[in-house]
Each structure stands twice: as structure tokens, then as C-alpha cells.
């Protein structure tokens, strides 16, 4: 496109998430091989599901850029993080990076407010919804592996917890959706 309708700021910035969302699903892929590994076949399933969501994501900041006439750039993604000790810990690493990616979204609404960029303020304000999706997601997960492993006899509650992950969804609820009746 002859048109560039984004600044370079605003373009620079978009590169960075969507190499950012390449590394989420990196991330998701590793850990899902870690959960595969260790016989947890459900959780695995979740993982490679987010992990494909991840890569969604990706691709979505790369049409909106090109779409506003901007250029894409690809950059190498840095290697996921180590294995997680536990599934707890895979849980709390997974919400640390969605908490983290908020965070940089944010970032790229605060600077379309600031220059005025509606179309890319309004692009911005789906993944707000999503990442407010995702955290509680995973703050849901964490409570159900707590109620789990809290009582472990022949880790029967971890295998149910397995079996939940692969029917679990990959979306949460947010407050300002529900229906009150």
C-alpha cells in the first residue's frame, strides 16, 4: 500500500507484539512438550490449543499492519524459557507472561490515544479483552490445580485435573458480559 496510515512509532511498536506473540506460543509449544513428557496428556492438549491461539494472535498483528499500509518486520524469537518444575509452576509462569503481554498491550493503546490513532486504538482494545480473558483463564486453572493437589492420594485429583484441562475452555468469562438476570 502507497499509504502509510500508522506512524512509525505506532508500526515499530506493533512489530514488537506480534514477534511478542510468536514467543507466547513458543513458549505454549515448550511447555506443552514438557506436560507431554510427563504423561499429562490434557494439559498438553490445552497448551498446544493456546499455543495455536498464540499464533492467531501473531498473524492478526501482522494483517492490521500491513492493512494500514505499514511494513512488516520479522525478528528471531528468543527461545522459550526453561521446563517448569510442576504443573503449578507452568501455571504460575503461563500468568506471569499473559500479565506481562497485558502490559505491553496497554502500551500500544496508551500510544494510539496519544496520537490519536483510532483505528488502531480500536484494533488495540480487542486483544484488551483478550488478555483480561486469558489472566482469568489461567487465575481459574490455578485455583483448580490448588483444589487438586491439596489432597493427592494415588494422584487421583491430578488425573481428574488432566482430564478437566482437555475440555477445558480456551476462553473465560469476563465480568462486564455476563448476563445478571
Known amino acids: 500500500m502507497e499509504n502509510k496510515r500508522i506512524s512509525d512509532a505506532m508500526e515499530k511498536m506493533l512489530n514488537e507484539q506480534m514477534t511478542r506473540e510468536a514467543y507466547q506460543a513458543q513458549v505454549y509449544l515448550s511447555y506443552g512438550c514438557w506436560a507431554e513428557e510427563n504423561s499429562f496428556a490434557g494439559v498438553s492438549e490445552f497448551l498446544y490449543k493456546h499455543m495455536q491461539e498464540e499464533r492467531n494472535h501473531m498473524f492478526k498483528f501482522v494483517k492490521y499492519i500491513l492493512d494500514r499500509g ?17 504443573i503449578g509452576d507452568c501455571l504460575q509462569k503461563i500468568l506471569k507472561h499473559e500479565i506481562d503481554n497485558s502490559k505491553e498491550i496497554d502500551k500500544i493503546v496508551n500510544l494510539a ?59 473465560a468469562t469476563v465480568p462486564r458480559e455476563e448476563k445478571i438476570q
Open 70 to 86: 505499514g511494513s512488516v518486520t520479522i525478528e528471531a524469537i528468543k527461545a522459550a524459557p526453561k521446563n517448569p518444575s510442576d
Open 113 to 171: 490515544h496519544k496520537e490519536k490513532d483510532w483505528a488502531s486504538f480500536n484494533f488495540a482494545q480487542w486483544f484488551v479483552k483478550e488478555q483480561i480473558e486469558e489472566e482469568s483463564l489461567i487465575n481459574e486453572l490455578i485455583d483448580k490445580y490448588t483444589i487438586a493437589s491439596k489432597e493427592v492420594k494415588d494422584n487421583a485429583n491430578l488425573y481428574e485435573m488432566d482430564k478437566d484441562f482437555a475440555k477445558a475452555s480456551h476462553e
